[in-house]
């Protein structure tokens, strides 16, 4: 199999911003227009950010090999076609799925106005910001340690934005590059007068080029996953993650993988991290504590396999989600099946994206549908920022083995 690689064409060099001369600092920042990039010179990084698209990160180059799924042949290339699945864009003001078109906050349900025509479908997922072009540049610097970009959207001076999510609310986000090692940390601070829920976050696409999907290895340190239906959204019901990955670990080849896990395994500092193993590349995916859940992503080329990537039932007449996560059906019945519910007999259909090799291991808040699920008592973690008050986390992406 030939493995994809991103062009180096893609990744583009500029004049440093800074005024410092060239090669005098290991770290360097710089902008043209509406790209920024950030350079750890030492591990030979280079983390690439579109600040028009969602303030998304869309490259990260170890070596001049991205890590982030890019399949496009130019930045050119890119800005021509409809946005696609790719790089690391914030899910945001929630993240994965919500079981209807609205949401509950503070014992109170708020409808959409689907009219407005930013959010989609009768199960509508991963709110509306992901694409904006609305991000302002608040810092671009770099010193003797570290290379950094913080960026802040103003969500509270959208109107159509306000209909849909009335919590007035600022998202800062910054890109800090060090030692190899990028930290994306997302600060929200609640402006409205009644408390926010907070059930945003980030879907990074990842790659390995040093070996085929059916060759990576995934560690996921969580004890609970969450049983899904054919819609992709929690039942409620639970098993323990060591009935899906024992000892935390697998062999991607044997799943077909869509899926939520929780009660997730922690450090010293609350933080928790998850493995990719290639050959010899490997990428680590640490969250630190406001994180709650974890999900994973990444369907089976050949439609088999453990996990959520579940058939649709014959009477439900629909398609399979549209958006970031929603897969192809696949032909057997999986453990994220709703109790009761009948396998429906099908070809293993062609991978819906143009490689098969790619996982996403997804930072979140809370588990999908998180807000309509602690509404009815279910869910238990789901968190909220006072009037006045910030909510802020990070996480981070360490590659080595380049």
């Known amino acids: 199999m030939r493995i994809s690689t991103i062009a180096a064409s893609v990744v583009l060099v500029w004049g440093v911003v800074m005024a ?28 690439s950010v579109i600040t028009s698209v969602g303030n998304m990160a869309y490259g990260m180059t170890v070596k001049g090999h991205n890590i982030l799924r890019f399949p496009f042949a130019s930045i050119e290339d890119y800005k021509s076609r409809p946005p696609t699945r790719h790089g690391i864009p914030l899910l945001a003001p929630w993240g994965n799925r919500l079981d209807e078109q609205a949401f509950y906050a503070n014992g109170k349900r708020y409808a ?24 302002q540049i608040v810092e ?17 001076k959208q109107p159509s934005w306000m209909r849909q999510w009335p919590f007035a609310h600022t998202i800062e986000m910054t890109y800090r590059l060090q030692g190899g090692v990028l930290e994306v940390r997302t600060k929200v601070v609640n402006l409205s007068t009644e408390p926010m829920p907070v059930a945003l976050g980030y879907h990074p696409w990842l790659q390995l080029t040093d070996s085929p999907r059916e060759e990576w290895t995934i560690t996921v340190p969580a004890r609970t996953r969450w049983l899904l239906n054919w819609q992709k959204v929690p039942t409620g019901e639970t098993e323990p993650a060591d009935a899906f990955f024992a000892d935390f670990r697998g062999a991607l080849k044997d ?84 109790p009761g519910q009948a396998p429906v007999p099908a070809a293993p259909p062609v991978n819906p994206l143009a490689t098969p090799n790619f996982i996403c291991i997804e930072p979140m808040a809370g588990i999908t549908n998180a807000l309509n699920l602690a509404h009815r008592g279910i869910y238990k973690e789901l968190q909220s920022i006072p009037p006045g008050g910030a909510w802020q986390e990070s996480f981070w992406i360490r590659p080595s083995g380049f």
């Open 255 to 338: 799943y077909n993988i869509d899926d939520v896990f929780t009660d997730l395994v922690r450090d010293a500092q609350g933080r928790v991290t998850a493995t990719l193993k290639g050959r010899t590349q490997q990428i680590e995916v640490t969250q630190g504590p406001n994180y709650k859940a974890m999900i994973v992503y990444s369907p089976n080329p050949l439609g088999t396999g453990r996990g959520s990537q579940v058939p649709l039932p014959a009477s439900s007449g629909t398609s399979s989600p549209a958006s970031a996560g929603a897969g192809s059906p696949t032909g057997a019945q999986g453990p994220g099946l709703s």
């Open 112 to 135: 959409f106005d689907m009219t407005l025509g930013n959010i989609n479908g009768a199960i509508p997922i991963h709110g509306f910001m992901s694409l904006t072009d609305q991000w």
């Open 140 to 156: 671009l610097k770099h010193d003797g340690t570290a290379a950094w970009l913080t960026s802040r959207l103003d969500a509270y």
């Open 20 to 47: 410092s001369p060239a090669g005098a600092q290991p770290y360097e920042s710089r902008r043209n227009g509406d790209i920024v990039q950030l350079e750890d010179k030492a591990s030979q990084t280079v983390v």
